[in-house]
């Protein structure tokens, strides 16, 4: 995940996608497919709930999902669960780019094993 914290800072939104996309394709792919998942869970209760913004997400959970390189958890902890919450918006608004999330697939989802 040190390379999405490093990937979400790319000032180039292409090449932060890009750079996004290469950090998740590293993923293992039990850890890939439990983030589809989620982000696709989240995704579905921000549609059904209105007061639940992509920031609410990302400030709930940010810190809860992601942990921290170990330079930034020693050094500045207010630095770490912002940078935490820049990744998990991040995913969220770019889902459907990252994890080719549509619309249809959200409503009809089902997991299989």
Not at 2 to 13: K, R
Not at 69 to 91: C, E, F
Request: charged letters at 20%.
């Amino acid at each position: 995940m040190a390379s999405l914290f490093s990937a979400i800072q790319e000032p180039n939104a292409q090449t932060k996608l890009d750079r996004m996309s290469e950090s998740l394709s590293n993923m293992p792919l039990a850890h890939h497919g439990t983030l589809v998942i989620l982000i696709q869970h989240l995704k579905k209760v921000m549609d059904c709930d209105q007061k639940t913004d992509i920031n609410n997400m990302a400030i709930t959970f940010g810190p809860n999902l992601m942990w921290a390189p170990l330079k930034l958890q020693s050094a500045n902890t207010a630095v770490a669960i912002q940078k935490q919450q820049m990744v998990i918006k991040g995913l969220l608004e770019n889902a459907n780019y990252l994890f080719d999330i549509s619309d249809k697939s959200r409503r009809s989802s089902r997991v299989s094993v």
